[in-house]
């Protein structure tokens, strides 16, 4: 019964999956992509066919199919049913003469990351340059793509690119906008950096009992006594004039009663 209930909440968690394609974030006025929303839905939920909500901002749109196609700039997110909504995917729209085009999905560490500089409708572009941070790094006699076979932290920043086009006559460099890349923590090391996260922050188990780290509070103390534990007691004080019983020590006005052990028996 428990795995039935495990893979019901698996399926209530799992964010579906949204997907470009072309896989640019940047198209020409009058170009349209293909969004496609993918989910995880096991086959005791496939009562009835699945319905898929888009949602272009805050606006609920009126499609419901696994795929659509858009070409309005904005905000794009998808939502299944028995599922949280997707991850955004931004496209930006632009009616320039050149544009840099980078990948939607996330760039991690040591992948390759790829770009093109495009001109309007795929006219050639001459003389072009890719620029990081202002620099240029590559140059080619005509349209190509840029690629950074491993990519590093250091390959984040914003990119350019520049060249020229024949329309008819070659015109005078032109610029692209400007784009942010951000390349992430390679996937391995961040989950590394998550278990041991989770290791600092997790309980000490000794025996059948949970010690968590002792703090400053009252009463936090735990002794152990040949493998089991004792809470340590608070002293009781008595007057010296009523302190006539065993076990008092004359001198101290103390009384030490022995605390539980937490075992059963009482033997050191």
Partial sequence: MWELTALLLLATLEKPILSLHPPWTTIFKGERVTL???????????????????????????????????????????QTRGAPVSDPIHLSVSNDWLILQVPYAAVFEGEPLVMRCRGWYDKVVYKL?????????????????YTVPQARASDSGRYQCSGTMRIPVESAPMFSAKVAVTVQEARHAAAVRLLQVQSRRAPLRLGRRVHRPRSRGRGAGITLVRGCYRQPQRPETQPLAAAS??????????HHRPGPTGCGFGAR
């Fill in 36 to 78: 496609r929303c993918d989910g995880y839905h096991p086959l005791l939920l496939e009562l009835r066919p699945i319905s898929t909500l888009w949602y272009l901002g805050h606006l609920l749109l009126p499609s419901h199919k696994k795929s659509i196609e858009v070409q309005t700039p904005g905000v794009y997110r998808c």
């Fill in 245 to 254: 019983g065993a076990g008092f020590s004359p001198g101290r006005g103390v």
């Fill in 129 to 145: 340059h890719y620029y990081h941070d202002g620099q240029p790094v590559r140059y080619f006699h005509s349209s190509a793509n």
